[in-house]
């Protein structure tokens, strides 16, 4: 069994070398940089991807455990539940000796439409399974309703990370990459070559007219935009050939007065597709959808070209993590509660939630001053952020009541097929809760996760136990790194509530306009502000940082160190405050917890992909920026006499 290394905050990550002026980030974690190759399964590893390996650790232990213990009969149907579909994950001889035959009734499907009625016939059966060719759909707490789930349409159907792909010069050689690769799954499934590097233009084809029609990022992020309400009737009049009502019809959506489309012009260029593209065109992209989709849970043929591709060429990701790592994966992204529920039996102590908890209240407490201070809002708007800041909701650790996942067959000789019904089953779920009454007690995330998120229709803020460890929470530091790192986590997402989109919604998590002209009007030059700090970053050369696209993230890291730091002020004692640690002031102790949690490998594809895609700053500029803007930092790290100062313009909102 690998051996755990817990990442506990470090001095010996510093480079002590660096004038902490010049470059904070690598004073902070420089000596972590040098020392720390990339490891050949990773395009990107730093804190959260230690942590996550030694959950991986701890969920791997569960799990063959659970592998044992479901050979016998009247095992706990959740010890069964996931010891059967990890056996499944292993039994590579079984997963070899299936070669396709897992997907041989979905390629059926695909390669037999001759007609658009086919497609649309095809498409919902896809859908359901988890292969979603043309558009994304599932269902969500209503935007505008947020007490009701509404069904979404939203824009989709692309294999490669985004628009940019397809159409932008800078991915002119991945592109041929790309088809280069299509046509060598499509040969490896048995095509000859002439037909298959005939599929493959023709899911190019396809696929670049959809990305044409699909807005961008920083588009996306306009939630009131991408929010329109349309009946069934409007449905079948604005999209006449690709029938959207008889698609929620056949995948158990209930009737509903409406649903959201996220980008109606999206669905008109899918609609014009449907009715005007040739048959064969649907057919190599259907196909393809099938085989890109469930190519990670075949045969080692078929799972090595689909890594060669989409991790080794995309990402620089030079070898595949270990298989039992790729397993708990997916297990844990399918039936994540089962797993969940004997992680937080095992590794989730009732203090570390008490701790948290303490934490959470500090923090809230600065975050009510600092509204009922904020001089540059009208009284008016700040009734009602105080008022939606009363009703946040805070859950740490795991659901009261776990999912139940009793009705998915899981066979332990049928690795691809547990992920199709698995699949199914989230679907199905999604599908029929539609129009009824929001469930406040559910997660979005799975309890053994390494991260953390605000929901806007819930207004809530959920720690899952897998980030209540080190380095983010541990209940052997001082408080100054806990502040630094757990501390800033929990402000990131008060403030998640507040930042260009979550200010959009109310005390009941609807999306509704409760500010004032001249408060928005403020607001928005503050964040302009940000915008141009981050924009101003060069990340590769000639590429900077997309600072529209990474706005939220980056008004939620200032905001939580500002928090954070205030909270951390309130909990030291006068003496506490000068006292040092490792010749380490509290102050100082916190900014260099804050950076260390960012520290970062990286390859140079998967910068550029994450600046095209993520709305999250790259992590040497959320450990630098948010601490250097502070105005405590040059406190902490007064420079010499003649020496540079970190000093700068100062940005933020809260």
Not at 354 to 369: E, Q, S, Y
Not at 616 to 626: A, D, F, K, M, T
Request: aromatic residues 10%; charged residues 30%.
């Amino acid at each position: 069994m690998t051996a755990r290394r817990v990442p506990r905050f470090s001095t010996a990550y510093m480079d002590r070398s660096v004038d902490p002026r010049a470059d904070f980030y690598r004073y902070a974690a420089g000596g972590w940089l040098k020392a720390t190759p990339l490891p050949k399964d990773k395009s990107r590893y730093g804190a959260f991807n230690e942590l996550d390996e030694n959950n991986l650790i701890l969920l791997r232990s569960i799990a063959e455990r659970c592998a044992t213990e479901s050979e016998g009969r009247g095992s706990d149907p959740t010890v069964s539940l996931v010891g059967r579909f990890y056996r499944s994950a292993m039994d590579t001889q079984k997963i070899e000796a299936a070669s396709f035959s897992p997907i041989e009734d979905l390629w059926s499907l695909a390669a037999g439409v001759s007609s658009p009625e086919d497609v649309e016939a095809a498409l919902p059966q896809l859908h359901s399974q988890g292969i979603e060719p043309a558009f994304h759909s599932f269902s969500k707490a209503d935007d505008k309703k947020s007490s009701t789930y509404a069904f979404m349409f939203e824009q989709g159907g692309l294999s490669l990370p985004d628009r940019d792909y397809y159409i932008s010069k800078d991915f002119a050689k991945l592109r041929g990459q790309y088809r280069a690769h299509i046509s060598k799954m499509f040969t490896l499934r048995g095509l000859d070559r002439g037909k298959a590097r005939r599929w493959a233009a023709a899911v190019l084809r396809v696929e670049t007219l959809l990305a044409k029609a699909s807005r961008s990022r920083t588009e996306l992020r306009e939630r009131e935009k991408n929010y329109n309400r349309m009946s069934a009737p409007e449905l079948r009049s604005a999209y006449p050939s690709l029938s959207l009502s008889k698609f929620m019809e056949e995948v158990g959506v209930p009737p509903l007065p409406y649903v959201v489309v996220g980008q109606p012009e999206f669905f008109k260029a899918v609609d014009a597709l449907l009715s005007k593209a040739d048959m064969a065109d649907w057919r190599a992209y259907l196909c393809w959808n099938v085989l890109h989709s469930m190519a990670p849970f075949l045969h080692s043929t078929v799972e090595e070209e689909n890594f060669d591709f989409f991790r080794r060429k995309l990402t620089g990701q030079k070898e595949p993590e270990q298989r039992w790592k790729r397993s708990i994966r997916v297990i844990d992204s399918l039936v994540g509660e089962a797993l969940g529920k004997l992680f937080v039996e095992e590794h989730f102590p009732e203090e570390a939630r008490r701790r948290a908890d303490a934490l959470v209240g500090d923090i809230r407490k600065v975050f009510t001053k600092r509204l009922e201070g904020l001089p540059w809002m009208s009284e008016a708007t700040k009734r009602h952020a105080l008022a939606k800041f009363s009703n946040f909701r805070v859950k740490i650790g795991h659901p009261r009541a776990f999912r139940d996942y009793s009705s998915v067959e899981i066979d332990p000789g049928d690795f691809a097929g547990n992920i199709r019904r698995a699949a199914a089953f989230e679907f199905s779920r999604l599908a029929a809760r539609a129009g009824g009454e929001v469930d406040k007690d559910e997660w979005q995330m799975s309890p053994s996760t390494v991260n953390a998120y605000f929901d806007e229709t819930m207004n809530e803020i959920v720690f899952p136990a897998g980030i209540l460890q080190p380095p983010f929470f541990d209940y052997k530091a001082d408080d100054a790194v806990n502040y630094g790192a757990i501390g800033v986590v929990i402000g990131h997402e008060i403030t998640h509530g507040y930042d260009d989109q979550g200010r959009k919604y109310d005390d009941q998590g609807n999306m509704r306009d409760w500010w004032t002209p001249e408060d928005k009007k403020e607001f928005d030059e503050r964040a302009k502000a940000v915008v141009k700090a981050y924009s101003a970053m060069e990340v590769l050369p000639r590429l900077h940082a997309n600072g529209k696209l990474t706005l939220g993230e980056n008004i939620a890291d200032l905001g939580g160190v500002s928090l954070a730091f205030e909270a951390l002020q309130g909990r030291l004692s006068a003496a506490d405050a000068t006292a040092k640690k490792d010749g380490l002031t509290p102050d100082q102790r916190f900014f260099l917890s804050y950076a260390q949690i960012w520290r970062e490998k990286i390859t140079d594809q998967e910068i550029r992909r994450r600046t095209t895609i993520d709305p999250h700053s790259l992590g040497r500029l959320r450990g630098l920026i948010p601490a250097v803007n502070h105005p405590a930092f040059d406190r902490a790290f007064p420079p010499a006499k003649g020496g540079p100062s970190a000093r700068r313009a100062r940005v933020g909102v809260w």
